[in-house]
Protein backbone atom coordinates (compact mmCIF):
# COMPACT_ATOMS: atom_id res chain seq x y z
CA UNK A 1 0.00 0.00 0.00
CA UNK A 2 1.14 3.81 -0.38
CA UNK A 3 1.71 6.88 1.73
CA UNK A 4 -0.93 9.23 0.38
CA UNK A 5 -0.61 13.31 0.50
CA UNK A 6 -2.79 15.63 0.27
CA UNK A 7 -3.23 19.35 -0.02
CA UNK A 8 -5.71 22.13 -1.26
CA UNK A 9 -3.04 22.63 -4.23
CA UNK A 10 0.31 22.20 -5.04
CA UNK A 11 2.06 23.56 -1.84
CA UNK A 12 2.18 20.74 -0.27
CA UNK A 13 4.59 19.49 -2.75
CA UNK A 14 6.80 20.92 -0.45
CA UNK A 15 5.93 18.35 2.47
CA UNK A 16 6.29 15.64 0.05
CA UNK A 17 9.72 16.53 -0.87
CA UNK A 18 10.98 16.56 2.75
CA UNK A 19 8.94 13.20 2.99
CA UNK A 20 10.50 11.32 0.51
CA UNK A 21 14.14 12.72 1.12
CA UNK A 22 13.67 11.09 4.36
CA UNK A 23 12.13 7.99 3.44
CA UNK A 24 12.59 7.67 -0.28
CA UNK A 25 12.26 3.57 -0.01
CA UNK A 26 8.24 4.24 0.18
CA UNK A 27 5.48 4.54 -2.61
CA UNK A 28 3.50 7.88 -2.48
CA UNK A 29 0.29 9.45 -4.13
CA UNK A 30 0.31 13.10 -4.24
CA UNK A 31 -3.38 15.00 -4.61
CA UNK A 32 -3.36 18.57 -5.07
CA UNK A 33 -7.06 19.87 -5.48
CA UNK A 34 -5.72 22.83 -7.30
CA UNK A 35 -9.03 23.45 -9.05
CA UNK A 36 -10.28 24.79 -5.82
CA UNK A 37 -7.07 25.88 -4.34
CA UNK A 38 -7.29 28.26 -2.12
CA UNK A 39 -9.02 26.43 0.41
CA UNK A 40 -7.52 29.65 3.34
CA UNK A 41 -10.96 31.73 2.38
CA UNK A 42 -13.09 29.51 2.58
CA UNK A 43 -15.64 28.07 5.52
CA UNK A 44 -14.62 25.14 7.74
CA UNK A 45 -17.67 23.13 6.27
CA UNK A 46 -16.66 23.19 3.09
CA UNK A 47 -13.31 22.38 3.69
CA UNK A 48 -14.27 19.43 5.39
CA UNK A 49 -16.28 18.35 2.82
CA UNK A 50 -13.08 19.02 0.53
CA UNK A 51 -11.01 17.25 2.42
CA UNK A 52 -13.02 14.39 2.88
CA UNK A 53 -13.50 13.99 -1.41
CA UNK A 54 -9.31 13.94 -1.05
CA UNK A 55 -9.73 11.62 1.42
CA UNK A 56 -11.90 8.93 -0.48
CA UNK A 57 -9.86 9.33 -3.77
CA UNK A 58 -6.53 8.53 -1.79
CA UNK A 59 -8.28 5.82 -0.23
CA UNK A 60 -9.50 3.88 -3.47
CA UNK A 61 -5.61 4.66 -4.32
CA UNK A 62 -4.54 2.38 -2.00
CA UNK A 63 -3.41 4.49 0.75
CA UNK A 64 -2.99 3.02 3.87
CA UNK A 65 -1.93 6.19 4.95
CA UNK A 66 -2.39 10.01 4.32
CA UNK A 67 -0.58 13.01 5.49
CA UNK A 68 -3.01 16.02 5.34
CA UNK A 69 -0.04 18.87 4.42
CA UNK A 70 -2.22 21.37 4.20
CA UNK A 71 -2.43 23.48 7.35
CA UNK A 72 -5.99 24.85 6.86
CA UNK A 73 -7.74 21.58 5.88
CA UNK A 74 -5.58 20.07 8.81
CA UNK A 75 -6.88 23.39 11.54
CA UNK A 76 -10.20 22.72 10.54
CA UNK A 77 -11.04 19.11 9.64
CA UNK A 78 -8.95 17.13 10.84
CA UNK A 79 -10.51 16.28 14.09
CA UNK A 80 -13.90 15.89 12.35
CA UNK A 81 -11.58 13.37 9.98
CA UNK A 82 -10.16 11.28 12.53
CA UNK A 83 -13.58 11.44 15.06
CA UNK A 84 -16.33 11.13 12.36
CA UNK A 85 -15.11 10.28 9.06
CA UNK A 86 -12.38 7.25 9.35
CA UNK A 87 -14.44 5.25 12.38
CA UNK A 88 -17.56 5.78 9.75
CA UNK A 89 -16.00 5.12 6.23
CA UNK A 90 -12.32 4.05 6.76
CA UNK A 91 -12.02 2.21 9.88
CA UNK A 92 -8.67 0.28 9.20
CA UNK A 93 -6.66 3.60 7.46
CA UNK A 94 -4.83 6.30 9.00
CA UNK A 95 -5.12 10.15 8.71
CA UNK A 96 -2.26 12.73 10.23
CA UNK A 97 -2.05 16.34 9.62
CA UNK A 98 0.60 18.80 10.16
CA UNK A 99 -0.18 21.09 13.47
CA UNK A 100 1.03 18.00 16.04
CA UNK A 101 3.85 17.86 14.13
CA UNK A 102 4.92 21.14 14.24
CA UNK A 103 3.59 22.19 17.52
CA UNK A 104 5.65 19.22 19.47
CA UNK A 105 8.91 20.63 17.52
CA UNK A 106 7.98 23.92 19.01
CA UNK A 107 7.63 22.58 22.58
CA UNK A 108 10.89 20.65 21.92
CA UNK A 109 12.35 24.17 22.35
CA UNK A 110 10.51 25.47 24.64
CA UNK A 111 9.93 29.37 23.32
CA UNK A 112 7.62 31.24 25.04
CA UNK A 113 6.29 33.95 22.77
CA UNK A 114 5.43 32.18 19.36
CA UNK A 115 4.19 34.14 16.14
CA UNK A 116 2.17 31.82 14.12
CA UNK A 117 1.19 32.71 10.40
CA UNK A 118 -1.26 30.74 8.30
CA UNK A 119 -4.53 31.50 5.67
CA UNK A 120 -7.53 32.93 7.31
CA UNK A 121 -9.05 29.76 8.10
CA UNK A 122 -6.44 28.43 9.83
CA UNK A 123 -6.11 31.64 12.12
CA UNK A 124 -9.76 31.61 12.63
CA UNK A 125 -9.83 27.70 13.62
CA UNK A 126 -7.59 28.60 16.41
CA UNK A 127 -6.04 24.75 16.08
CA UNK A 128 -2.44 25.37 16.83
CA UNK A 129 -3.09 27.75 19.55
CA UNK A 130 -5.30 25.20 21.07
CA UNK A 131 -2.34 22.54 20.65
CA UNK A 132 0.43 25.07 21.91
CA UNK A 133 -1.70 25.59 24.75
CA UNK A 134 -1.97 21.75 25.97
CA UNK A 135 1.97 21.55 25.55
CA UNK A 136 3.04 25.13 26.93
CA UNK A 137 0.36 26.34 28.81
CA UNK A 138 3.08 29.65 29.64
CA UNK A 139 3.35 30.89 26.60
CA UNK A 140 2.20 33.64 24.97
CA UNK A 141 1.11 32.64 21.23
CA UNK A 142 0.41 35.43 18.63
CA UNK A 143 -1.27 34.80 15.33
CA UNK A 144 -1.75 36.98 12.25
CA UNK A 145 -3.46 35.54 8.82
CA UNK A 146 -1.46 36.61 5.46
CA UNK A 147 -3.72 35.65 2.95
CA UNK A 148 -1.79 37.64 0.42
CA UNK A 149 1.23 35.80 0.74
CA UNK A 150 0.19 32.44 -1.02
CA UNK A 151 -1.25 34.54 -4.28
CA UNK A 152 2.14 36.04 -4.34
CA UNK A 153 4.21 33.01 -4.17
CA UNK A 154 2.03 32.03 -6.89
CA UNK A 155 2.40 34.52 -9.19
CA UNK A 156 5.30 33.77 -11.50
CA UNK A 157 5.93 37.70 -11.88
CA UNK A 158 7.28 37.39 -8.27
CA UNK A 159 9.00 40.76 -7.34
CA UNK A 160 11.02 41.29 -4.47
CA UNK A 161 9.92 44.99 -3.62
CA UNK A 162 6.01 43.83 -3.55
CA UNK A 163 6.84 41.06 -1.07
CA UNK A 164 8.51 43.27 1.26
CA UNK A 165 5.98 45.45 1.40
CA UNK A 166 3.76 42.89 2.60
CA UNK A 167 6.14 41.11 4.95
CA UNK A 168 5.97 44.23 6.77
CA UNK A 169 2.19 44.96 6.88
CA UNK A 170 1.48 41.09 8.10
CA UNK A 171 4.60 40.99 10.15
CA UNK A 172 5.04 44.17 12.26
CA UNK A 173 2.32 43.11 14.99
CA UNK A 174 4.22 40.70 15.55
CA UNK A 175 7.33 42.03 16.16
CA UNK A 176 5.73 44.66 18.52
CA UNK A 177 4.95 41.55 20.24
CA UNK A 178 8.61 40.21 20.35
CA UNK A 179 8.19 36.79 19.83
CA UNK A 180 10.96 34.91 20.24
CA UNK A 181 9.98 32.11 17.04
CA UNK A 182 7.26 32.30 14.45
CA UNK A 183 6.18 29.45 12.62
CA UNK A 184 5.05 29.24 8.74
CA UNK A 185 1.58 27.03 9.28
CA UNK A 186 1.03 27.35 5.16
CA UNK A 187 2.61 25.20 2.42
CA UNK A 188 3.54 27.70 0.38
CA UNK A 189 5.75 29.98 2.84
CA UNK A 190 8.81 27.98 2.68
CA UNK A 191 9.14 29.49 -0.62
CA UNK A 192 10.12 32.56 0.74
CA UNK A 193 11.27 31.54 4.12
CA UNK A 194 14.92 33.71 3.90
CA UNK A 195 12.98 36.93 3.23
CA UNK A 196 10.86 36.28 6.36
CA UNK A 197 14.13 35.37 8.18
CA UNK A 198 15.72 38.85 7.33
CA UNK A 199 12.68 40.73 7.65
CA UNK A 200 12.20 39.19 11.36
CA UNK A 201 15.89 39.34 11.91
CA UNK A 202 18.03 37.07 14.04
CA UNK A 203 16.54 37.03 17.62
CA UNK A 204 13.72 34.89 15.88
CA UNK A 205 13.92 31.48 15.03
CA UNK A 206 11.67 30.95 12.02
CA UNK A 207 10.49 27.46 11.67
CA UNK A 208 8.96 25.82 8.98
CA UNK A 209 6.83 22.41 8.34
CA UNK A 210 8.33 20.42 5.74
CA UNK A 211 11.66 18.56 7.67
CA UNK A 212 9.95 18.59 11.03
CA UNK A 213 6.74 16.53 9.09
CA UNK A 214 8.80 14.02 7.54
CA UNK A 215 11.04 13.14 10.82
CA UNK A 216 7.66 12.82 12.75
CA UNK A 217 6.16 10.90 10.04
CA UNK A 218 8.94 8.34 10.12
CA UNK A 219 8.91 8.45 14.39
CA UNK A 220 5.30 7.36 13.28
CA UNK A 221 6.26 4.75 11.28
CA UNK A 222 8.29 3.19 13.59
CA UNK A 223 6.20 3.15 16.32
CA UNK A 224 3.42 1.92 14.19
CA UNK A 225 4.74 -0.93 12.94
CA UNK A 226 1.29 -2.62 12.29
CA UNK A 227 1.15 0.61 9.41
CA UNK A 228 4.59 0.24 8.33
CA UNK A 229 4.27 -3.76 7.48
CA UNK A 230 1.41 -2.64 5.05
CA UNK A 231 3.40 -0.01 3.10
CA UNK A 232 5.28 -1.44 -0.55
CA UNK A 233 9.04 -0.05 -0.70
CA UNK A 234 8.81 0.62 -4.49
CA UNK A 235 10.09 4.17 -4.18
CA UNK A 236 7.34 5.32 -6.79
CA UNK A 237 5.66 8.51 -6.96
CA UNK A 238 2.41 9.33 -8.27
CA UNK A 239 0.46 12.85 -9.15
CA UNK A 240 -3.02 13.84 -9.14
CA UNK A 241 -4.28 17.27 -9.93
CA UNK A 242 -7.66 18.34 -10.19
CA UNK A 243 -6.90 21.16 -12.58
CA UNK A 244 -4.32 20.95 -15.12
CA UNK A 245 -4.17 24.64 -15.87
CA UNK A 246 -1.27 26.65 -17.53
CA UNK A 247 0.70 27.14 -14.63
CA UNK A 248 0.41 23.91 -13.19
CA UNK A 249 3.76 22.37 -14.76
CA UNK A 250 5.74 25.66 -12.81
CA UNK A 251 3.88 25.48 -9.82
CA UNK A 252 5.04 21.73 -9.09
CA UNK A 253 8.62 22.75 -10.28
CA UNK A 254 8.81 25.73 -7.50
CA UNK A 255 7.40 23.60 -5.09
CA UNK A 256 9.03 20.48 -5.53
CA UNK A 257 12.48 21.53 -6.71
CA UNK A 258 12.46 19.26 -10.32
CA UNK A 259 10.11 19.81 -13.21
CA UNK A 260 8.18 16.84 -13.85
CA UNK A 261 6.96 15.42 -17.34
CA UNK A 262 3.69 16.12 -18.44
CA UNK A 263 2.87 11.90 -18.80
CA UNK A 264 3.53 12.25 -15.01
CA UNK A 265 0.97 14.32 -13.55
CA UNK A 266 -2.92 12.34 -13.64
CA UNK A 267 -5.65 15.12 -14.04
CA UNK A 268 -8.66 13.88 -11.60
CA UNK A 269 -12.11 14.66 -11.20
CA UNK A 270 -12.60 14.13 -7.05
CA UNK A 271 -15.92 16.16 -6.65
CA UNK A 272 -18.17 13.64 -7.57
N1 LIG B 1 -2.26 24.64 1.46
C1 LIG B 1 -2.80 25.74 2.22
C2 LIG B 1 -2.25 25.70 3.64
O1 LIG B 1 -1.24 25.07 3.94
C3 LIG B 1 -2.49 27.08 1.55
C4 LIG B 1 -3.27 27.33 0.31
C5 LIG B 1 -4.77 27.42 0.51
O2 LIG B 1 -5.26 28.45 1.06
O3 LIG B 1 -5.45 26.50 0.13
O4 LIG B 1 -2.84 26.29 4.51
Not at 4 to 13: E, R
Not at 62 to 82: F, H, K, P
Request: aromatic letters at 8%; hydrophobic letters at 35%; glycine letters at 6%.
Amino acid sequence: MNIGVFDSGLGGLTILKSIIKEMPEYSYVYLGDNARVPYGNRSPEIIYEFTKQALDFLFKKNCRLVVIACNTSTSTSLRRIQHEYLPRFFPDRKVLGVVKPAVEEISSHGYKRIGIIGTKATVNSQAFVREVKKVLPQADVYQQACPLLVPYIEDSGRNQSVLRLILKEYLAGLEEKKIDSLLLACTHYEIVEKEIEQEVGPSVKVISEGKIVAKKLKDYLLRHQEVGKDLQKERKVSYYVTDLNPDYQQLMKLFLGHLLEESQVHHVKIDQ
